[in-house]
């Protein structure tokens, strides 16, 4: 049994500027760094709990993001490698979506109904996945976090305004709740 733990990862809020920025690709030397990372990053979305969950919101900029819809309970674990969206549907439908970096904050996103993509999984080999529904809605959010785009972003200025004003308010009631937290 392993006599030290490791504090887990604390997932970053807007505006956090790593969430902003382009991750880069992940190259053989990160083998080392994704087999510490990616366990550390599914335990933080299954504590959080979230469906899905980008390096960049965990401080790190490669291109790695996990996913679990966790479909009727069953856990059901994804690893992103350097995803690339290879085809999305012309038809597009609208969910309301969250995100961990945005925490409280939903609001309806509209995005291709369906989408091809190709990652590496973590053993390497090369992978391709078609989706629709949630999972689709879902990878192509995590895409855009490796791309620095959150959820806000495809929103109205005015919509995106609004729920950034009220993110930002509500951070600053919590902080003055929890003095030096
Ligand atoms: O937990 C999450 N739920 C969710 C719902 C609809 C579309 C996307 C998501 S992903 C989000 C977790 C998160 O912030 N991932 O980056
Ligand atoms: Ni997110």
Redesign the pocket.
Known sequence: MSTVTLAPLKILTVPDPVLRTRARPVAAEHEATLRALVPRMFAAMYAAP?????AP?VGVGLRVAVVDLMAEDKPDPIVLINPEILATSEDRET?E?????LPGQYADVTRPARVRIRFHDQQGARRELSAEG?LA??LQ??ID?LDGVLFVDHLSTLKRNMLLRRLAKELRQKHSDRPGR
């Open positions: 979230g469906i899905g969950l980008a919101q969910r979506e969250g995100c961990l970096s949630l809605a879902c959010h995590e976090h």
